[in-house]
């Protein structure tokens, strides 16, 4: 492009044109403010493959005892090759519940309080729905996003490593706590729509007339 052509680019970025995949104002809104229910859910999701295993990692953080007071539910991405023995592995547990099929995640939303998950659109659908967000981002792109959010206070965010090692369980169960000892858990501000596709497909119309 030249300077003059570049000078003219119009940049629609921010939180306003994120492009939702599924609808979210034709279901019922979440409360804006929604009381700590007695066990709060925690859901995990770390995308099709999960190729650096996020989710057998975290699950085995949640199997000890200081999570029992918390309840959890796993999605595993069709292209994980863990998922047998993920499902194998943590079927004794009572407060750990992992979805053998992949559900529609509005429905998956309904279930939960909290989201771990790792930055990518997921999160953004998560949002959408007003779910309080956990972010362990895995590459490049993932970083960005969640470095906006969290700047913004928008999300939680956690580096990889600092989850995965030994001081990681300590990291996590001190936020659960923090979360269970609020008077309210959703945030009054909701900060996302589905209405991105929209304003992007308005603005280019505008440009016609």
């Not at 999570?67 to 090759?81: A, E, M, P, T």
Request: proline fraction near 1%.
């Amino acid at each position: 492009l030249s300077k003059k052509n570049l000078n003219k680019t119009k940049h629609l970025t921010g939180l306003k044109y994120v492009i939702i995949p599924n609808n979210c104002t034709k279901e019922k809104n979440r409360l804006e403010i929604k009381k700590i229910p007695k066990t709060l859910t925690v859901g995990t999701f770390f995308g099709s493959s999960d190729k650096v295993n996020c989710s057998e990692r975290l699950l085995k953080i949640f199997t000890q005892d200081e999570f029992k007071k918390f309840k959890f539910i796993s999605i595993l991405g069709k292209n994980n090759k863990n998922k047998a023995r993920i499902e194998k592995n943590f079927k004794k547990f009572k407060n750990i519940d992992i979805e053998k099929k992949f559900i529609n995640m509005k429905y998956f939303f309904k279930k939960i309080d909290i989201m771990i998950t790792v930055g990518g659109v997921t999160l953004f659908e998560a949002l959408c729905h007003n779910i309080e967000c956990i972010c362990i981002p895995i590459n490049y792109y993932q970083k960005m996003s969640c470095n906006f959010l969290r700047k913004n206070k928008i999300s939680n965010v956690f580096n990889y490593d600092e989850v995965f090692n030994r001081n990681g369980k300590k990291l996590l169960i001190n936020f659960l706590k923090k979360i269970s000892k609020k008077n309210i858990f959703l945030r009054k501000k909701k900060y996302l729509d589905d209405q991105g596709s929209k304003r992007i497909a308005d603005y280019i119309l505008s440009l016609k007339s």
